[in-house]
């Protein structure tokens, strides 16, 4: 071996990757430590062979081709790549092949390294099943915490409500048989039932806030108009809504997800955008839904990212997003500095509803 060779060989072993030269037949002529242990033979039974001598039948006719594109081409070429370990387990390797060149520019073989990438595959793995988990258990805790909204809502609306209703016909009751009109008597009396009242209001306005009964008994457009409606008599902003002039009807997944994204665009024009109109339009087609909600504002401020929303507005968009993503739809948002803002939700009609469920399912103590 030539003081060039050692050299070369010096240095391809400094590499903690497989490392390797091949001449323009592929047949290896410099290989490192680290290759001659993935391939798991020694120096003298790899050095003139070609790479279905050293390597499985099916892995050396896959390296000739790759060497060939390599010598064809005269360009670098990287790709990844399997191959079982000594254990029987699958690695993942990066591999970058480059070609060699004489003095002449002629392409004289090539040189290849490849890195074990396998850990960082399997983070990668990791992280993706990671995502998919929490977006199952945040769409499993939405779908709990609708629940929850509408059972709260319903005891407030049956329960504390009638009761308070019946406080208010006892107090009327009361008034009609004091006999004696006493002032001071009859202006306790009024005290009491203005209480009663603003208490009876309350509770409906509460009831409506954590589920409104609307929407599950009319159905979503009335609930938006509802929605709208209540909006612009506490706001003073003028709102249209478009419906098409069919009747629809959606999931009640679906009618959810819609109603809140209003709601929560509404939150954000009142307190943010200073507009004059809004206007909200509902379309259906054969295969989607689509919402678009626009104002005329001042617009989302430069800068903002659209995405993961701001401290001032609560992380809004991001729960408008997670609401659309979790029945396999798309949000999308424009605004300009100025000139309002525009905020599109498109959701199949045949969502992946199910995902909550297998939320649920594959909580801790359960089999899914």
Not at 284 to 297: M, P, R, Y
């Amino acid at each position: 071996m030539s003081k060039a060779d050692e050299l070369q060989k010096a240095i391809l072993n400094n590499i903690p990757d497989q490392a390797w030269l091949k001449d323009r037949d592929s047949r290896y002529i410099l290989v490192n430590d680290a290759f001659m242990a993935a391939c798991r033979l020694p120096e003298n039974k790899i050095i003139g062979k070609t790479p279905v001598d050293v390597w499985p039948a099916e892995w050396g006719h896959e390296y000739l081709d790759t060497d060939r594109r390599v010598m064809e081409q005269g360009e670098r070429l990287r790709y990844e790549e399997q191959r079982h370990a000594e254990d029987g387990s699958l690695r993942w390797y990066d591999t970058i092949k480059t070609p060699i060149r004489n003095d002449a520019g002629e392409v004289i073989g090539t040189t290849g390294i490849s890195r074990d990438i396998t850990d960082r595959k399997l983070a990668e793995q990791e992280l993706l099943a990671s995502r998919t988990q929490l977006r199952e258990l945040s769409a499993y805790l939405q779908t709990v915490r609708e629940e929850e909204r509408t059972r709260i809502s319903r005891e407030l609306h049956d329960e504390l409500g009638q009761s308070l209703t019946a406080i208010r016909i006892g107090l009327d009751v009361l008034e009609t048989q004091h006999e004696l009109q006493d002032k001071d008597w009859l202006n306790n009396l009024q005290g009491l039932k203005q209480i009663a009242d603003s208490t009876v209001e309350s509770v409906q306005r509460i009831a409506a806030d954590l589920r409104p009964s609307i929407l599950d008994e009319l159905g979503l457009p009335s609930a938006i108009d509802w929605l709208l409606e209540s909006f612009s008599e506490r706001s003073k902003v003028v709102y249209e809504l478009i419906l098409p002039p069919s009747t629809l009807a959606f999931t009640r997944d679906i009618s959810t997800a819609i109603f809140r994204i209003v709601q929560e665009a509404l939150t954000n024009v009142s307190r943010h955008s200073h507009a004059t109109l809004v206007v909200v339009d509902l379309k259906e087609t054969k295969d989607f839904i689509t919402l678009k909600i626009t104002d005329n504002g001042q617009g989302i401020p430069v800068g903002m990212n659209l995405k993961r929303g701001s401290r001032e507005n609560g992380l809004g968009l991001v729960g408008m997003r997670e609401r659309a993503i979790m029945l396999g739809g798309k949000l999308k948002i424009q605004s300009r500095a100025g000139a309002g803002t525009s905020i599109e939700v498109r959701i199949p009609k045949a969502p992946k509803t199910s995902i909550a469920v297998e939320a649920k399912a594959a909580l801790p103590g359960e089999q899914k």
